[in-house]
């Protein structure tokens, strides 16, 4: 406003005095801030209608009465970085996209020198960042940046501020700021992984790094009863800082906190990173001794999760463990109690021992038993393992291609007539193993059912079929309603985003529940019996059958309901497929079983009349 329009204003009273010192900030072309209106820039006077126009960001050409204007917008610098954007929109862009460390700069030094995501964000948007997957593709690059620029500080925890400052600060004191502001496990752990990156930095870490080691020990030891998956996160980067400081290893270490924690250990470890995850399973040789890898093995076929399952595998063949892995794949698939995981390991590290061992038709009719078994109990964890079969083109014939016909023939029309995918699909699956075998074509053709499982319901023992429903009314009255209670106590410590509590009470909200739809869909398809009175001229449900091989080698195996299996003693479920390659044989006959062929010797009940 001109010198003269405001003394006339002011001389006519048309406004107040203190009105008119301000307004004498606000000429044309003067950027202004606006607390509802946002960023702008004065237009023009309309000294006749009484009004400043306003060209905001978010709307041009808005008129504002003289007083109202001198009381609510603030004069704004044009070094500001949105006085930059206005003036040339272009190069603002331009530059965001291209020197994103050089625009966070310049955000933030408008900002007052820290600005949190959010109002980084609401300076791209709309014109430079669109949406949120446009912001965090630029964050992630201005990130990058910034961490390795000592001006800035990113904290870990995404509500607290970004920070500039004028001169740079070593990482390392960054880190150490980080871990002195850090109350949760989680950003303990964060800030314990920053100090190692930076350990290299400190002139005497050994001396400067005892005391956030000692503190970070007692802090995993006080989380374990809070947060065990949390406090083995901290027990790991504790020494891993420790290591990397020349420091002794505090006690209890890693190894102490698994063996503690061996009874949760499956719902513990499976919210891991994939770097705590295999942490925590190097320490096992130390925690359990000679028993480590029976423990493995019990672990393994409980757990949910490809990646958790693949690290176990990992870890065993790592350690020179191949025997020990390849036994338990043997009992699980025997029994038919192998999982979708620890099937996916098998078919997807196939070339490598001991995988290498298993690949076999009668290994794709596992997969295919295994998947239609979840599809009907609604469980998805198969999901990966089905797609595997799809897109990993090679796994099917190589599978099929280096065994007999009729053992291909068996699985061919098992795959021909799977619920687990759709026509097409299975014609499709089933090409693959006509490329390597023509003969089996004639299964398209409407060939052979080689199908031994009886149909209509399970066949379960009533010690298993009680042993379901108490398990299953455990679940609705104690754990389930626990869990309930435990999310809302994670919830009340506020701010969900942060909040590893209540994530994990969540996650085992999953497991419960997808356990309990398990049960109900498998009490709802069965039938208790006590196996007695079987038929034993042939080997059937109810009976024990000792077998021969063709070197003197003898075995034997009960064949029971579906959920009595047993590897240890030998038990079988009546729809394993050692036990569908022995049923409806006599004595005297032989069965081809996955470890070779082997006589029928015997035949006599399970259970004593």
């Excluded at 965090?136 to 940046?145: C, G, V």
């Excluded at 698994?258 to 949760?264: A, T």
């Excluded at 190097?282 to 359990?288: D, H, N, Q, S, V």
């Excluded at 031994?452 to 754990?479: I, N």
Aim: proline residues 5%.
């Amino acid at each position: 406003m001109s010198a003269e329009i405001l003394a006339k204003l002011l001389a006519a009273e048309a406004i107040p005095t203190a009105a008119g010192l301000k307004l004498q900030t606000l000429t044309e072309g003067t950027f202004v801030q606006h607390k509802s209106w946002g960023f702008g820039r004065i237009a023009r006077w309309d000294a006749a209608g009484g009004h400043v126009i306003i060209d905001f960001i978010t709307k041009k050409g808005h008129p504002m009465p003289f007083v109202f204007a001198a009381e609510s917008l603030t004069p704004m610098p044009e070094t500001h970085y949105l006085a930059h954007k206005i003036k040339d929109p272009a190069a603002a862009k331009a530059r965001a996209l291209n020197e994103p460390l050089a625009a966070a700069q310049h955000m933030l030094e408008s900002l007052g020198g820290k600005a949190s995501l959010q109002q980084l964000q609401n300076m791209l948007a709309p014109d430079i960042v669109a949406n949120d997957a446009a912001f965090k593709a630029w964050w992630d690059k201005a990130r990058k940046a910034m961490k390795a620029d000592g001006r800035f500080l990113v904290p870990a925890k995404k509500t607290e501020p970004i920070e500039f400052r004028a001169e740079a600060v070593a990482k390392s004191d960054d880190a150490l700021t980080l871990w002195n502001k850090a109350r949760k496990t989680k950003e303990q752990v964060a800030a314990l992984e920053e100090i190692a990156k930076h350990v290299g930095e400190f002139s005497d870490p050994a001396t400067k790094l005892k005391p956030v080691v000692d503190a970070a020990a007692v802090a995993a030891h006080k989380a374990k009863n809070l947060d065990s998956s949390a406090a083995l996160e901290l027990f790991a980067a504790t020494e891993e800082l420790a290591l990397a400081a020349g420091l002794p290893v505090p006690s209890p270490g890693l190894a102490e906190a698994v063996r503690g924690l061996e009874k949760d250990l499956v719902s513990i470890l499976m919210p891991l990173g994939a770097a705590r995850l295999r942490a925590a399973l190097r320490r096992f040789p130390e925690a359990f001794g000679v028993e480590w890898t029976r423990r493995a093995a019990t672990i393994l076929p409980r757990v949910h999760g490809q990646r958790v399952a693949t690290e176990i595998c990992r870890v065993l063949v790592e350690t020179g463990e191949d025997e020990a892995l390849r036994g338990i794949f043997d009992q699980h698939i025997r029994a038919l109690t192998i999982t979708p995981d620890m099937l996916y390991w098998l078919a997807s590290e196939r070339a490598e021992a001991p995988a290498n061992e298993f690949v076999s038709p009668e290994l794709l009719d596992v997969i295919l038993t295994v998947l239609e078994r979840d599809q009907a109990n609604d469980i998805k964890r198969g999901t990966r393992l089905r797609d595997l079969l799809q897109t990993d083109r090679d796994l099917i014939p190589d599978l099929v291609r280096e065994a007999e016909i009729h053992r291909v023939r068996t699985v061919a029309a098992h795959l021909l007539k799977t619920v687990v995918y759709d026509e097409l699909t299975r014609r499709s699956l089933l090409a693959r193993i006509i490329k390597i075998h023509p003969a089996i074509g004639s299964l398209l053709d409407g060939g052979d059912d080689a199908d031994k499982a009886d149909e209509g319901p399970l066949l379960v023992s009533w010690e298993s079929l009680e042993q379901r429903k108490a398990e299953l009314d455990e679940l609705v009255k104690v754990k389930i309603p626990q869990n309930v209670k435990d999310i809302a106590i994670a919830r009340s410590y506020g701010d969900l985003r942060e909040n590893f509590e209540f994530k994990s009470a969540k996650q085992m909200q999953g497991v419960l529940q997808r356990r309990r739809r398990e049960l109900e869909g498998q009490l709802a398809d069965c039938r208790g019996t006590d196996f007695a009175h079987p038929d034993t001229s042939q080997v059937g449900i109810g009976t024990v059958v000792d077998l021969r091989g063709a070197d003197g080698q003898q075995e034997t195996f009960t064949i029971l309901g579906a959920w009595d299996t047993d590897p240890d003693k030998n038990i079988l479920s009546y729809l394993a497929p050692y036990a569908l390659a022995l049923r409806g044989k006599k004595v005297g006959e032989k069965a081809k079983l996955s470890t070779g062929e082997m006589e029928i010797v015997a035949i006599r009940p399970a259970r004593p009349a």
